[in-house]
């Protein structure tokens, strides 16, 4: 078969197996079949950058050139619903809207997704741009991360108009929530509170690689535009889903008040069994001529009102409030109430968050608080009964400042919401974090778990993260728990642990926001730590996915004296403190002090190939074009913005065959 075809073939057969998996939740073929089709597909474009297509599926993965968004002006405005909260109010609608119809009507009935809506516009089958609410004028233009998103149809199935728009909600799925949120607890990174709050943050990330590993989902539940299928609304979903969008099957047409009141009960109760987070119902006129009638106000639609479940709820008493210090010292406020049931369950603590929630909430020892748990995993404390305060009203609760664990006065760092206890090397819960962290399988690998680290350091002979290698059997063996066959094989861990790579090294450090990616491409850029200790601000933010909070935290942990001691004495243990000779014998400094911007498809080598050469080579790889620009390593359909940037600014345009001469012997 011809190149041509066989990648026409196989993009058909990817989409079908997305569309199966993602909307129709029932695949044909395993995960591993898909990745084999997908990586030969991936082979091909590659081998044939001429055919080179924006809606091939293997543009999901996301590609990692990071963009700033640009602004759209929503073609029909993003408009709000009216909330309800009453079977009352519901029936309010209901009979304004008899009365200005003044005849038969029915009302589609829906779940209210809470994530974060998303304008999706479609030219000739085509998705062509994704847009966020924003102000509801204008949105943030996220096309690139919405690709990601499996259950978004990039080409379309069957008839469709031209062009039309729809809408719907993006979310992250509870299950991928958690995970993400377990994630982030292992970098001390702070959680999301909700599974909207991640969706939206999701969408805003400048990196459509890291949107594609959350693995978000989208449900479509209103489309527009000149030319639809029908004239209902329920039609027109109908029609939707035929074009291959994820439309809820959940949807009702409803002819009665009886109708929507079923529907609210049967709901508030089986919603809880949904793979994602819901707050309520919509309730739609379902004739778009009646909507027309009915027309909007100039922040909802007349024709359309929200139903919102009651969060549940709960009255209790404050007892205290308590100050837990982590791993890289943030203090974390947690409220100990009386226990009280709430969803199911007991509740005893909520989380605080922060000084600014404590002060916002007024709050005074033995308040009763109102305590909810709405979209949150975590209950949180949403008011105080002021009339039930007694006239013996407690201690107002004020925010520490000083470490509940070490005594030293706390910072807050400018821009955050979090204290932090700065005492990083003397503070207990900061000194046995780093070293459970040292410690784990992602980073030196050595067999003790938080138990031994906790009697390691109580018993004196544990301090810092060097310590263990002055460890000797006699030590562990005067500990409890501690035969002499355990004690020699963590003596072997902690030798085998000399053989970890740098990077891995590096990430054993704990250094704040240097997780296993960013220690890699550190190592990579820097190839030693005693490079890395040197870099300054400039230095670090040149290399790829660095940004200035990454940056500063790096030159804050080296400008530090006892930082610098501690790695000495990793390095003098015998720990590895450069990358491997190997990955260093390619290396060369063609390139040094060059910056070069790669811009459009290639034959002989793909782009990440060209951005590995252009590093192992001295260079540096940059994502735009500016006065800075030494090079554009140009290849086909070079982006006609680039190309007008380059010319502006006088930049040398280089081939593939001219780049690969400059690095060749
Ligand atoms: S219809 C003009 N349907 O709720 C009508 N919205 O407060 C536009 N939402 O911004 C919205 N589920 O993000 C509609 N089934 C649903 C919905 C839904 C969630 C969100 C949406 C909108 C907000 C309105």
């Given amino acids: 078969m011809e190149a041509k075809e066989k990648i026409k073939a196989l993009r058909e057969t990817l989409e079908q197996h997305n569309y199966n998996y993602y909307v129709l939740s029932a695949p044909t073929i395993s995960d591993r079949e898909f990745d084999g089709l997908m990586k030969e ?67 589609v009935a829906e779940l209210k997704y809470d994530g974060t809506s998303i304008s999706l516009i479609y030219e000739e089958g085509r998705l062509v741009r994704a847009v966020t609410r924003g ?35 993006v979310l992250l799925p509870w299950a991928e929530f958690d995970r993400l949120n377990k994630e982030r607890e292992e970098q001390e990174e702070p959680l999301f509170a909700n599974p909207r709050n991640a969706a939206s943050g999701t969408l805003k990330q400048q990196n459509p690689a890291i949107v594609a590993a959350r693995k978000l989902d989208a449900y479509l539940y209103y489309v527009l535009g000149e030319e639809l299928p029908t004239n209902t609304h329920y039609g027109n979903l109908e029609a939707a889903r035929s074009w291959g969008f994820k439309i809820p099957d959940v949807i009702s047409v409803c002819k009665s008040l009886q109708d929507i009141y079923d529907y609210i009960a049967r709901w508030d109760v089986e919603r809880k069994k949904l793979p994602v987070a819901t707050d309520g119902i919509v309730l739609k006129v379902n004739s778009l001529r009646q909507q027309k009638h009915l027309g909007f106000t100039s922040k909802s639609p007349r024709w359309a009102i929200a139903y919102k479940f009651q969060a549940e709820r709960a009255v209790t008493r404050l007892n205290s409030v308590s100050f837990q210090v982590g791993r890289t010292g943030a203090i974390t406020p947690v409220a100990n109430l009386e226990p009280v049931l709430l969803a199911g ?93 040292f410690v784990t399988r992602k980073a030196m690998n050595i067999n003790i778990g938080p138990e031994t680290v906790e009697d390691l350091y109580e018993a004196g002979y544990v301090k810092n993260t060097a310590d263990l290698y002055t460890l000797k059997v006699g030590d562990l063996l005067r500990l409890e728990r501690w035969a002499e066959k355990s004690a020699r094989n963590l003596m072997a861990s902690l030798e085998e642990s000399k053989q970890v790579p740098f990077e891995r090294v590096l990430y054993g450090l704990g250094i704040r926001y240097v997780g296993e990616t960013v220690a890699k491409r550190l190592a990579s850029a820097f190839l030693n730590m005693e490079q890395l200790s040197k870099a300054s601000l400039e230095e670090l933010t040149a290399v790829d996915e660095i940004g200035e909070r990454i940056a500063q935290s790096v030159i804050r942990y080296f400008a530090d004296e006892k930082n610098q001691q501690l790695v000495n004495r990793l390095k003098e243990y015998g720990l590895q403190m450069a990358i491997a000779e190997d990955k260093l014998a390619n290396r060369s400094e063609k390139l040094k002090g060059l910056t070069i911007v790669i811009s459009g498809t290639f034959s002989k080598h793909s782009r990440d190939e060209y951005k590995a050469m252009i590093e192992q080579h001295g260079g540096k790889n940059s994502g735009s074009v500016s006065s800075k620009t030494h090079y554009i390593l140009a290849g086909e359909n070079m982006g006609p913005a680039k190309l007008e940037k380059a010319s502006k600014l006088g930049v040398k345009i280089i081939s593939e065959d001219e780049f690969l001469n400059m690095i060749a012997e």
């Fill in 135 to 169: 102000d509801g004028t204008r949105g943030d233009d996220v096309t690139a991360n919405v690709k990601t998103i499996r259950s978004i149809p990039l080409k379309l199935r069957g008839e469709y108009p031209a062009t039309f728009e729809i809408r719907g909600e």
């Fill in 41 to 107: 597909l991936q082979l091909l474009e590659e081998q044939f950058p001429e055919y080179a297509d924006p809606h091939s599926p293997t543009q999901r993965v996301g590609s990692d050139l990071s963009k700033e968004f640009e602004q759209v002006v929503h073609q029909y405005p993003m408009l709000s619903l009216g909330n309800t909260y009453s079977e009352e109010e519901v029936k309010d609608f209901y009979e304004r809207i008899a009365r200005e119809l003044n005849e038969p009507f029915e009302i």
């Fill in 345 to 437: 369950t007991t509740v005893k603590r909520a989380s605080l968050h922060n000084a600014d929630i404590i002060e916002g909430l007024d709050l005074h020892l033995g308040d009763n608080v109102y305590v909810e748990k709405g979209g949150e995993i975590i209950p949180k404390i949403v008011g105080v009964d002021l009339e039930s305060r007694s006239l013996l009203i407690g201690d107002k609760v004020r925010f520490i400042r000083t470490c509940p664990e070490c005594g030293t006065q706390l910072v807050r760092p400018e821009g955050e919401a979090a204290h932090y206890c700065p005492n990083e090397s003397g503070c207990p819960p900061q000194i046995k974090g780093k070293i459970e962290h």
